[in-house]
């Protein structure tokens, strides 16, 4: 059964902090693995996208690796900011069919204290 | 920011009531989905469409039907709205298959009284 679990479920961190938040999945054939953003009571923002050759992808204070043999995926924010508070979601793409079919995370619940 | 729009933002409506939840795209895509998604939960797909004249149901069932007239525009409709359907509702659109980006509109939070 094609699964993304995501941990921690939920975290807290203090202003400028760095935080690592993990990602495991079980979808095969795999296609690519992004990572979004979606803060409360809207859509989600894309942050990353990675395909199997690809270890590692930056987007400013995001950072995003992937290793496909193990099937794991980590999101790295640093020097968090206030506006970090979101929900950050896993996502995996199946290379089976032309729909383009992802599979979601249940996310981690980031709050960014001053 | 994607070129996709969502309205109305919130809606409550009492039991049994006709609604259609509206989205619409600019960027041309052929592919358009809609995504249900309860608090802390995962997001999932209840319908989609490859383009014009092309609808499918989704992963997980829903009483809700949609149409695809026109390529930009991929409404949602309830022909009896219950408080099981009381939910948040996601439209995205997407240039291609699974290797390209799917583009999110802001939602619609609906509540069913």
């Known amino acids: 059964k094609n699964q993304v679990e995501q941990s921690p479920q939920s975290l807290i961190i203090l202003e400028g902090k760095n935080c690592t938040l993990q990602?495991?999945?079980?979808?095969?054939?795999?296609?690519?693995l992004r990572w979004y953003k979606q803060d409360t009571g809207r859509g989600p923002v894309s942050l990353t996208i990675?395909?199997?050759?690809?270890n590692t992808k930056s987007n400013g204070r995001y950072t995003a690796t992937l290793d496909a043999d193990t099937k794991q995926s980590s999101l790295h924010i640093t020097a968090s900011q206030l506006s970090d508070s979101a929900s950050y979601i896993c996502?995996?793409?199946?290379?089976?069919?032309?729909?383009?079919?992802?599979?979601f995370g249940r996310g981690t619940q980031l709050t960014v204290w001053p | 920011e994607a070129d996709i729009y969502q309205t109305p933002r919130y809606l409550v409506i009492g039991t049994g009531k006709k609604i259609t939840l509206e989205c619409s795209q600019t960027?041309?895509?052929?592919?358009m989905y809609w995504y249900q998604q309860d608090p802390g939960m995962e997001l999932h797909l209840i319908h989609y469409?490859?383009?014009?004249?092309?609808?499918e149901k989704g992963d997980l069932s829903s009483e809700s039907t949609v149409s695809r007239i026109r390529t930009e525009h991929f409404p949602l409709t309830l022909e009896s709205a219950r408080p099981s359907h009381t939910s948040q509702y996601l439209c995205?659109?997407?240039?291609?298959?699974?290797?390209?980006?799917?583009?999110f509109g802001p939602g619609t939070r609906l509540t069913v009284t």
């Open positions: 995205a659109s997407s240039p291609g298959g699974g290797r390209y980006e799917q583009y």
């Open positions: 990602c495991n999945y079980t979808v095969s054939p795999f296609s690519n």
């Open positions: 990675m395909t199997f050759s690809e």
């Open positions: 996502v995996v793409s199946d290379r089976g069919s032309t729909l383009g079919r992802l599979y």
């Open positions: 960027m041309g895509h052929d592919k």
């Open positions: 469409s490859y383009g014009v004249n092309s609808t």
